[in-house]
């Protein structure tokens, strides 16, 4: 079992250009959840997605930011137009029904805007 | 929603001392607490659970109390180790729903 699979482990983009992260859960999980962590700060949940559905999106922000988990292949998290702001790390984990196990984080995905 | 309180924000102890991290929650629906553990530059992973219908759950130097009545929960590292240093987190899950929330962390040093 391969784990949680993110990619890229680093990504740099410009002010404007767009950033999309990708997410692949472990093997038998159909719940996605991805969260932000600002340096020296904590896991801010962001949005909690099952195939196909958006669950939760309570802690994305209303512009730019975007997220699914199509039927086939991985989640996404898109980020349109970025700005320095959005320089972070952003994790990717998912759980099986009724967090059996918790969650298993990804190694997650280190975005600077510069 | 569910609002998750850590303290301290940081926690120097010696080699073989104990440690002990403190949290509380807000949503009486809570019933799942999970800690995780952060080394520098790596993912958060799993070092302990537990439920509401358990008091206290013990792994090897490391245990978790829950208190439901007062809505707090606490991790406590006996013996540490050098490779005990990294940043915890705890966090609460409202029943029924898998949306977990995290604390700020606690950056635990121990000194050898």
């Known amino acids: 079992n391969a784990g949680v699979m993110q990619n890229p482990r680093h990504l740099v983009r410009r002010r404007g250009q767009e950033a999309r992260l990708r997410c692949s859960p472990m093997?038998?999980?159909?719940?996605v959840y991805w969260y932000r962590q600002l340096p020296e700060e904590g896991l801010k949940f962001m949005v909690y997605?099952?195939?196909?559905?958006?669950?939760?999106e309570s802690g994305m922000p209303k512009e730019r930011f975007s997220a699914e988990f199509p039927k086939e292949g991985p989640s996404i998290l898109r980020i349109q137009q970025v700005v320095r702001g959005d320089s972070a790390a952003y994790f990717c984990?998912?759980?099986?029904?009724?967090?059996?196990?918790?969650?298993?984080f990804g190694s997650g995905t280190r975005l600077t805007v510069v | 929603g569910e609002n998750v309180e850590q303290h301290p924000s940081t926690l120097s102890v010696q080699e073989g001392d104990s440690a002990v991290i403190k949290c509380t929650y807000s949503?009486?629906?809570?019933?799942?607490f999970p800690w995780y553990k952060q080394e520098l530059g790596k993912r958060p992973q799993l070092i302990i659970d537990?439920?509401?219908?358990?008091g206290e759950k013990k792994d090897q130097r490391i245990a978790v109390t829950l208190n439901k009545t007062a809505k707090h929960f606490s991790l406590h590292i006996t013996e540490t180790q050098p490779e005990d240093s990294a940043v915890y987190f705890c966090a609460a899950s409202p029943g029924g729903y898998q949306k977990v929330t995290f604390g700020i962390g606690t950056k635990l040093q121990v000194i050898p």
């Open positions: 997605l099952q195939k196909e559905n958006i669950i939760d």
């Open positions: 537990i439920r509401s219908n358990v």
């Open positions: 984990a998912s759980s099986p029904e009724g967090l059996r196990g918790g969650y298993t």
């Open positions: 949503d009486s629906a809570s019933n799942y």
């Open positions: 093997k038998g999980h159909s719940h």
